[in-house]
């Protein structure tokens, strides 16, 4: 009869998954502050950064891609994007804040130049992102094929999966072009940063 000793729990394996919970919570909750103190001071200064959404086809605005998913058409429009982008946000990060960042940029990219070709109107939010951090996540358990990628696409869609009808044209006020190439960016993100 052979005996094997039971493994000791690695707390350096807990370590590492609380230390990168934590970074991401940070990371996400820094982002989200900064969005909520933009749109303060574009409150005071009576709309003043609404100029850096992205204006659709003037070459001049292009680099405005980069801001536009930060600032908001007011508190409304940012309270109602505020608690998707946390939790979406969280969860994209928590797997790793370098293919995070990657995934962000990606997403930034893909969705602003969509609306930056399709829109007819000055578009901003952090609906280019949510949207994109949904089909990262959910892309993710389709071609990581890791269980947990799995659940977490699952989970993901179990919670926000109504969301996708905000890819349809309807409301002129909302841009559907910000949120389908936000998720666009996101699969591809997904596709682009799977493992090897």
């Known amino acids: 009869m052979s005996y094997l000793p039971d493994r000791p729990r690695s707390s350096e394996g807990f370590a590492k998954h609380g230390?990168?919970?934590?970074?991401?919570l940070i990371l996400i909750g820094s982002v989200t502050a900064v969005m909520w103190v933009l749109e303060a001071f574009d409150y005071t200064t009576d709309?003043?950064?609404?100029?850096?959404g992205i204006q659709p086809r003037d070459v001049n605005d292009l680099p405005d891609i980069f801001t536009?998913?930060?600032?908001?058409?007011?508190f409304g429009h940012l309270?109602?994007?505020?608690?998707?982008?946390?939790i979406l946000g969280f969860v994209a990060a928590a797997r790793g804040i370098a293919k995070f960042l990657a995934a962000s940029l990606i997403i930034i990219v893909?969705?602003?130049?969509?609306?930056w070709f399709l829109s007819s109107a000055n578009t901003l939010g952090s609906s280019i992102l949510i949207f994109g951090f949904f089909g990262?996540?959910?892309?993710?358990?389709?071609?990581?094929?890791?269980?947990?990628?799995?659940?977490?696409?699952?989970?993901?869609v179990a919670v926000y999966g109504t969301m996708i009808f905000?890819?349809?044209?309807?409301?002129?006020?909302?841009?559907?072009?910000?949120?389908l190439f936000g998720l666009i960016g996101g699969v591809l993100a997904s596709w682009f940063l799977r493992r090897g």
């Open 19 to 24: 230390a990168r919970a934590l970074s991401s």
């Open 68 to 74: 536009a998913p930060f600032m908001h058409a007011g």
């Open 79 to 86: 309270m109602a994007n505020t608690l998707p982008f946390l």
């Open 47 to 52: 709309g003043w950064l609404d100029r850096f």
């Open 110 to 115: 893909v969705g602003g130049l969509g609306v």
């Open 136 to 156: 990262y996540l959910v892309g993710r358990g389709i071609f990581e094929r890791r269980l947990l990628d799995i659940g977490i696409a699952v989970a993901v």
């Open 166 to 179: 905000g890819v349809i044209p309807g409301d002129p006020g909302i841009s559907w072009q910000g949120h």
